[in-house]
T-cell receptor, first 114, second 109 residues
Framework: DTGVSQNPRHKITKRGQNVTFRCDPI?????LYWYRQTLGQGPEFLTY????????KSRLLSDRFSAERPKGSFSTLEIQRTEQGDSAMYLC????????????FGEGSRLTVL | QKEVEQNSGPLSVPEGAIASLNCTYS??????FFWYRQYSGKSPELIMS????GDKEDGRFTAQLNKASQYVSLLIRDSQPSDSATYLC?????????FGAGTTVTVRA
């Protein structure tokens, strides 16, 4: 399978706990994106990487959220001290650095905070 | 994040009919436009991209772009029950995409 891979697919946690999601992009893609989607809404941009460099982070993103992409390969998104409002689908996408701009999404990681 | 507005729906169409979805965007400088399909509980899947004014056809799908009016649309001809999904309009915003809230389409058999 050469698509974008995310895990875990589902995570249920209690408020205040930390969670980490992993994304493995399509291997030829330089850019990696994290989005968040809640019911009835479109994906909301969180952050993106070009190779290992984090080039943009949403101003709406709480400092409880951190993302890394060591060595420009897979990426992790960590949420510290989770809150019920963090419950959402976390989507990872990747793309070529030079291209027409389309993003290819993974299956997502659904977070439920109790 | 750039604003992307879609008619909220839901849109219900009979099987075989044409479904018409509309999207407007705020930034006149936007250059790339995409339609994604999202089935319930699944991730978005790219179905169409358009970069120039006019129409672009791909099978039963036609995307239409009017940059002067800041408007992009998607037509689904001969709608099938398998087309029942949420359709997301996306616009390039520097190196990322900004998405609308989506229009949910239900095709009635």
């Amino acid at each position: 399978d050469t698509g974008v891979s995310q895990n875990p697919r589902h995570k249920i946690t209690k408020r205040g706990q930390n969670v980490t999601f992993r994304c493995d992009p399509i291997s030829e893609h330089n850019r990696l994106y994290w989005y968040r989607q809640t019911l009835g809404q479109g994906p909301e941009f969180l952050t993106y990487f070009q190779n290992e460099a984090q080039l943009e982070k949403s101003r709406l993103l709480s400092d409880r959220f951190s993302a890394e992409r060591p060595k420009g390969s897979f990426s992790t998104l960590e949420i510290q001290r989770t809150e019920q409002g963090d419950s959402a689908m976390y989507l990872c996408a990747s793309s070529f650095m030079v291209g027409t701009g389309e993003l290819f999404f993974g299956e997502g990681s659904r977070l439920t905070v109790l | 994040q750039k604003e992307v507005e879609q008619n909220s729906g839901p849109l219900s169409v009979p099987e075989g009919a044409i479904a018409s979805l509309n999207c407007t965007y705020s930034d006149r400088g936007s250059q790339s436009f995409f339609w994604y399909r999202q089935y319930s509980g699944k991730s978005p899947e790219l179905i169409m991209s358009i970069y120039s004014n006019g129409d672009k056809e791909d099978g039963r799908f036609t995307a239409q772009l009017n940059k002067a009016s800041q408007y992009v649309s998607l037509l689904i001809r001969d709608s099938q029950p398998s087309d029942s999904a949420t359709y997301l309009c996306a616009v390039n915003d520097d190196y990322k995409l900004s998405f609308g809230a989506g229009t949910t389409v239900t095709v009635r058999a």
